[in-house]
């Protein structure tokens, strides 16, 4: 492993689990001292222990990202144990209501809308001050393919995601001067419990479909997600900035899926819309 962060500070959002959890364990492992922030208390206490047992620095911190006053808590901490904030990784994130945008409940568009992006902007916000004062800094928010790519429901994630890809070019483009640099992770399918709503809604066939998604004929795991972060907040990415970077196993390039199977994927998607309906499933053949 490399140590690639050594001296670096880190606060990591939704750490408790998948995605987050692995890339606080990988920054930790490369050196940087982590603030393990997570709305669910246990989970980030695990995370950090897991951590603290490898020999690395990790402070587990309570934090709801729907929460300006928790967030800024979040960046102080970090701070008062450290002395600065070198990386801000704003990830935590939530799934949608399944359903097109016709159908979509307006509590699920602000819910979804409040956690996944201004959840982002309530980090940024609390974090630029320091930043800008050390003249350096590096700030990533995990974005998704789907803020790229349209899905035939889940519209408020995809908007939400696109809006996280928009507000790190914003970052980029008005404080670069400053030092920091922003960058959207994009990862396509990640093998994390926040896909089980989805293997509950799809089933064994939909889990396979989509799992064929991907030219390379797999889920990432979230270490694939995580050795990236790793990278874009050390020094070798240091002129990488603004831009939305694609994990995603070249799914959004142009998928394998045979044409009778974009069907079939097509009809997972609406046998999840008509369940929720309460209406029976539509058939899908093995
Ligand atoms: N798994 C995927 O396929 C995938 C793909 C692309 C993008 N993403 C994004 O990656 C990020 C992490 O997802 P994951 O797959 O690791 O999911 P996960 O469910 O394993 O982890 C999400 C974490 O966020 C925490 N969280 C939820 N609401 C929170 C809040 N209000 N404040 C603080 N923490 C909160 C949860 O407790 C959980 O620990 C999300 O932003 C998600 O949208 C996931």
């Not at 008062?80 to 704003?90: T, V």
Request: hydrophobic fraction near 45%.
């Amino acid at each position: 492993m490399e140590a690639r962060l050594v001296g670096r500070t880190a606060l990591i959002t939704g750490a408790g689990s998948g995605i987050g959890a692995a890339c606080a364990v990988r920054l930790a492992a490369e050196g940087a001292k982590v603030v393990v922030a997570d709305i669910n208390g246990k989970d980030a206490e695990a995370v950090a222990v897991r951590i603290t047992k490898a020999g690395g620095d990790a402070i587990p911190m309570v934090t709801d990202v729907t929460q300006y006053a928790q967030v800024q808590a979040a960046v102080d901490e970090t701070v008062r144990a450290w002395g600065r904030l070198d990386i801000l990784h704003a990830n935590a994130g939530i799934t949608p209501c399944l359903l097109p945008v016709g159908e979509c409940p307006e509590e699920s568009w602000q819910h979804v809308l409040d956690v996944n992006l201004t959840g982002v902007f309530r980090c940024v916000k609390a974090a630029l001050p320091v930043m800008r004062k050390q003249k350096k800094g590096v700030i990533l928010a995990t974005a998704s393919m789907a803020g790229i790519v349209s899905s035939p429901s889940g519209i408020e994630y995809n908007v939400s995601k696109t809006g996280v890809i928009m507000l790190m070019r914003h970052v980029a483009h008005v404080y670069g001067p400053d030092g920091i640099r922003s960058i959207a992770i994009c990862p396509g399918w990640v093998d994390t419990p926040f896909l089980e709503p989805l293997w509950d809604a799809f089933g064994g066939p939909g889990r396979n479909i989509l799992r064929q998604s991907s030219p390379l004929g797999r889920f990432a795991t979230a270490e694939d997600v995580a050795s990236s972060v790793a990278f874009l907040a050390s020094d070798e990415a240091s002129f990488i900035s603004g831009t939305a970077f694609m994990i995603d196993g070249a799914t959004s390039a142009g998928s394998p899926i045979k044409r009778g199977m974009v069907a079939r994927g097509y009809m997972a998607v609406r046998s999840t819309v008509r369940r929720l309906q309460g209406k029976p499933p539509a058939k899908l053949e093995p």
